[in-house]
C-alpha cells in the first residue's frame, strides 16, 4: 500500500511528519511518499535508518501555509506539498493522501481532484472519541461550518459506513446533537432534518445532547462543522486539563505522591485514551478517494497513527460501502434536495401552495372558531365609522379646489393667433403649429385624468352625505355652495 504524506504540512512540518512517517513504514510496513521540499525531507530522513524501508521523496516547492485562503491554496499553489500528495491519489499514485496542514486547503483540493461521491454534495471530517463504553464518531468536526438538512442526511450515512468499518460497530446508534431529547427541541436545521432520519432505514434513535458525547448512548452523533469543531475543541481541552489537575493534586505532598506511584498504570492508560494522538487524524469522508486530514499540532505518534487509519480506510473500501449504503439508505437524497432547494420553494410560495405534509392542516392563525351565543351577545353593538368634523371640511375644500381647477382646465386653450406678435418666439410656422398640437393633447390628458380623479373620490362618499356648515372662521372662497332640497 502507498500512502502519500505532506510532509511540509503542521506546526511541526518537517520533523514530527518525517519521524511519524518512518515510524509507520517500519511498524506496518508501508509505502510512505513524503512530500515536501526535498532538501529539508531529505536531511530529516537522514537522521534515521531508512535504507530497509519503502521511503520516497517527491519534491514539491511551495507550502500551504495554515492561514491561506483554501482559493488561493487551490489555484496559485498547485506546486504545494499538499497539492501534489492529494493529486497523487487522483492519479493512482498512491491510495491515499495525509495532511496535517490547512483543513480548508486540504477539502477544497480534494473537491476538485477527486470529485464528490455518488449522491454526496458536501464531505464531512470524521472524528473518534472515547466514551464510556468504548468510542464513538462524531461527524462533521469542521469541514462544514453551515449545513442544509440534506447535508446531515449525508453524514449520518457516512458516520455509519465509518463506525461500522473502521471503528467495529456491527449496528451503529445514530444521534442527532440538539440542546434537548424531545424531537420538537432544536433549531431549525435539526428540525427539519429529524423527521427523514426517522424515515431511513438507519439506527436513528433519536437527539443527543451534549452528555451523550460520553456516556456512551449514541455510537455516531451527526452535528454541523461548526458544533462539532467546538465539540472536539472542547474535549481536547478538558483532556489536557484534567490531567493538570491530577498532577497538581498528586505533587502536594509525600502520601499523595506515594499515592501516585499505586495507580499510575490506570493514570496512563486513561491518559492514552484520552490523547488526540491516539486517534491520529480524521478522514474526509465523501470524496472519490481518500484523504486523512489530521491536527495542526500533531507530532510523530499522531502522524504514524494518521497513515493507519489511512490504511485502514482503504483497506475497508469505505467509499463503495458509503455509495451502497446512500442508495440503500431509505430515502431519495436527489428527490429531498429538489423538494428544499430555494427554486421549488419560491415556486411553491407564488402557487400559494403548502408543503406536502401541511396540505391538510391550517395554520393556528389560520384557524376560525365561532364564539359561543352567549359570547356574542355581551359584544358591544356596531357603530359606523364617523369622519371628524376636520377631516370632513379639509376634504371639502380640496373639492372645491379641484372643482375649480377642472373649471380652468374645460375653458378653451389660448389661441396663438390672439396672442400678441412680440410674445411669440420667432419659429418656422410647423414649428408653430406643432407646439398648438401637443399643448392642446396634453391639456385633454390632464382634464380626462382629473375628471377620472373627482368620478372615483365621488363614488367613494356615502350618498346621503351633505356639506359641513360653515363656521365663523370659514371664508367665502372655502364655504360650500348651497344644497338643494
Given at each position: 500500500?502507498?500512502?502519500?504524506?505532506?510532509?511540509?504540512?503542521?506546526?511541526?512540518?518537517?520533523?514530527?511528519?518525517?519521524?511519524?512517517?518512518?515510524?509507520?513504514?517500519?511498524?506496518?510496513?508501508?509505502?510512505?511518499?513524503?512530500?515536501?521540499?526535498?532538501?529539508?525531507?531529505?536531511?530529516?530522513?537522514?537522521?534515521?535508518?531508512?535504507?530497509?524501508?519503502?521511503?520516497?521523496?517527491?519534491?514539491?516547492?511551495?507550502i500551504?501555509?495554515?492561514?491561506?485562503?483554501?482559493?488561493?491554496?487551490?489555484?496559485?499553489?498547485?506546486?504545494?506539498?499538499?497539492?501534489?500528495?492529494?493529486?497523487?491519489?487522483k492519479?493512482?499514485?498512491?491510495?491515499?493522501?495525509?495532511?496535517?496542514?490547512?483543513?480548508?486547503?486540504?477539502?477544497?483540493?480534494?473537491?476538485?481532484?477527486?470529485?464528490?461521491?455518488?449522491?454526496?454534495?458536501?464531505?464531512?471530517?470524521?472524528t473518534v472519541?472515547?466514551?464510556?463504553?468504548g468510542?464513538?464518531?462524531?461527524?462533521?468536526?469542521?469541514?462544514?461550518?453551515?449545513?442544509?438538512?440534506?447535508?446531515?442526511?449525508?453524514?449520518?450515512?457516512?458516520?455509519?459506513?465509518?463506525?461500522?468499518?473502521?471503528?467495529?460497530?456491527?449496528?451503529?446508534?445514530?444521534?442527532?446533537?440538539?440542546?434537548?431529547?424531545?424531537?420538537?427541541?432544536?433549531?431549525?436545521?435539526?428540525?427539519?432534518?429529524?423527521?427523514?432520519?426517522?424515515?431511513?432505514?438507519l439506527n436513528?434513535?433519536?437527539n443527543?445532547?451534549?452528555?451523550?458525547?460520553?456516556?456512551?448512548?449514541?455510537?455516531?452523533?451527526?452535528?454541523?462543522?461548526?458544533?462539532?469543531?467546538?465539540?472536539?475543541?472542547?474535549?481536547?481541552?478538558?483532556?489536557?486539563?484534567?490531567?493538570?489537575?491530577?498532577?497538581?493534586?498528586?505533587?502536594?505532598?509525600?502520601?499523595?505522591?506515594?499515592?501516585?506511584?499505586?495507580?499510575?498504570?490506570?493514570?496512563?492508560?486513561?491518559?492514552?485514551?484520552?490523547?488526540?494522538?491516539e486517534?491520529?487524524?480524521?478522514?474526509?469522508?465523501?470524496?472519490?478517494g481518500?484523504?486523512?486530514?489530521?491536527?495542526g499540532?500533531?507530532?510523530?505518534?499522531?502522524?504514524?497513527?494518521?497513515?493507519?487509519?489511512?490504511?485502514?480506510?482503504?483497506?475497508?473500501?469505505?467509499?463503495?460501502?458509503?455509495?451502497?449504503i446512500?442508495?440503500a439508505?431509505?430515502?431519495d437524497?436527489?428527490?429531498?434536495?429538489?423538494?428544499?432547494?430555494?427554486?421549488?420553494?419560491?415556486t411553491?410560495?407564488?402557487?400559494?401552495?403548502?408543503?406536502?405534509?401541511?396540505?391538510d392542516?391550517l395554520?393556528?392563525?389560520?384557524?376560525?372558531?365561532?364564539?359561543?351565543?352567549?359570547?356574542?351577545?355581551?359584544?358591544?353593538?356596531?357603530?359606523?365609522?364617523?369622519?371628524?368634523?376636520?377631516?370632513?371640511?379639509y376634504?371639502?375644500?380640496?373639492?372645491?379646489?379641484?372643482?375649480?381647477?377642472?373649471?380652468?382646465?374645460?375653458?378653451?386653450?389660448?389661441?396663438?393667433?390672439?396672442?400678441?406678435?412680440?410674445?411669440?418666439?420667432?419659429?418656422?410656422?410647423?414649428?408653430?403649429?406643432?407646439?398648438?398640437?401637443?399643448?392642446?393633447?396634453?391639456?385633454?390628458?390632464?382634464?380626462?385624468?382629473?375628471?377620472?380623479?373627482?368620478?372615483?373620490?365621488?363614488?367613494?362618499?356615502?350618498?346621503?352625505?351633505?356639506?359641513?356648515?360653515?363656521?365663523?372662521?370659514?371664508?367665502?372662497?372655502d364655504a360650500?355652495?348651497?344644497?338643494?332640497?
Open positions: 500500500m502507498r500512502i502519500a504524506v505532506d510532509a511540509m504540512g503542521g506546526d511541526y512540518a518537517p520533523e514530527a511528519i518525517v519521524e511519524g512517517a518512518v515510524q509507520a513504514a517500519e511498524e506496518y510496513g508501508f509505502t510512505i511518499i513524503l512530500v515536501g521540499q526535498e532538501d529539508r525531507v531529505r536531511q530529516e530522513l537522514a537522521k534515521y535508518k531508512t535504507d530497509h524501508l519503502s521511503i520516497e521523496v517527491r519534491h514539491a516547492p511551495d500551504v501555509e495554515m492561514h491561506d485562503l483554501p482559493s488561493v491554496a487551490l489555484r496559485r499553489k498547485k506546486e504545494s506539498s499538499l497539492h501534489k500528495a492529494i493529486y497523487m491519489t492519479n493512482g499514485e498512491a491510495d491515499a493522501a495525509v495532511s496535517a496542514g490547512n483543513t480548508g486547503a486540504g477539502m477544497a483540493i480534494a473537491k476538485v481532484a477527486c470529485r464528490m461521491l455518488e449522491g454526496v454534495e458536501r464531505p464531512a471530517l470524521a472519541i472515547p466514551n464510556v463504553n468510542y464513538m464518531v462524531l461527524i462533521d468536526v469542521g469541514a462544514n461550518v453551515d449545513c442544509k438538512p440534506m447535508h446531515l442526511l449525508q453524514f449520518a450515512v457516512m458516520g455509519h459506513v465509518y463506525a461500522q468499518s473502521v471503528v467495529g460497530i456491527e449496528n451503529p446508534r445514530i444521534g442527532l446533537l440538539s440542546v434537548g431529547e424531545e424531537d420538537s427541541k432544536g433549531n431549525t436545521l435539526t428540525k427539519e432534518v429529524f423527521e427523514p432520519l426517522s424515515q431511513s432505514k436513528f434513535i433519536g443527543a445532547e451534549g452528555r451523550d458525547v460520553f456516556n456512551g448512548r449514541m455510537d455516531v452523533i451527526v452535528c454541523d462543522g461548526f458544533i462539532g469543531n467546538v465539540v472536539l475543541k472542547v474535549s481536547e481541552s478538558l483532556a489536557k486539563t484534567m490531567g493538570l489537575f491530577m498532577k497538581d493534586a498528586f505533587s502536594k505532598n509525600w502520601r499523595t505522591k506515594l499515592g501516585y506511584l499505586l495507580v499510575k498504570p490506570g493514570i496512563e492508560e486513561m491518559k492514552t485514551r484520552m490523547d488526540y494522538e486517534y491520529g487524524g480524521a478522514p474526509l469522508l465523501g470524496i472519490n481518500v484523504v486523512i486530514i489530521s491536527h499540532s500533531s507530532k510523530a505518534r499522531a502522524t504514524k497513527n494518521a497513515i493507519r487509519v489511512a490504511a485502514e480506510s482503504v483497506t475497508h473500501h469505505i467509499n463503495d460501502q458509503i455509495v451502497e446512500m442508495n439508505s431509505g430515502f437524497l436527489k428527490s429531498y434536495a429538489k423538494a428544499t432547494s430555494i427554486w421549488h420553494q419560491l411553491r410560495s407564488i402557487r400559494h401552495e403548502p408543503p406536502k405534509d401541511q396540505k392542516e395554520h393556528p392563525h389560520e384557524q376560525s372558531t365561532p364564539l359561543p351565543a352567549s359570547d356574542t351577545a355581551s359584544l358591544p353593538e356596531f357603530q359606523p365609522y364617523e369622519e371628524p368634523e376636520q377631516e370632513r371640511k376634504w371639502w375644500q380640496k373639492k372645491q379646489r379641484h372643482a375649480d381647477s377642472l373649471k380652468e382646465a374645460d375653458a378653451p386653450a389660448p389661441s396663438l393667433a390672439d396672442a400678441p406678435a412680440a410674445s411669440l418666439p420667432a419659429l418656422p410656422e410647423a414649428q408653430e403649429i406643432k407646439d398648438a398640437e401637443r399643448f392642446s393633447e396634453e391639456s385633454r390628458d390632464v382634464t380626462s385624468q382629473k375628471k377620472s380623479w373627482w368620478k372615483r373620490r365621488e363614488a367613494s362618499r356615502p350618498a346621503n352625505e351633505t356639506a359641513p356648515p360653515s363656521s365663523d372662521a370659514q371664508t367665502a372662497d360650500p355652495p348651497p344644497t338643494k332640497e
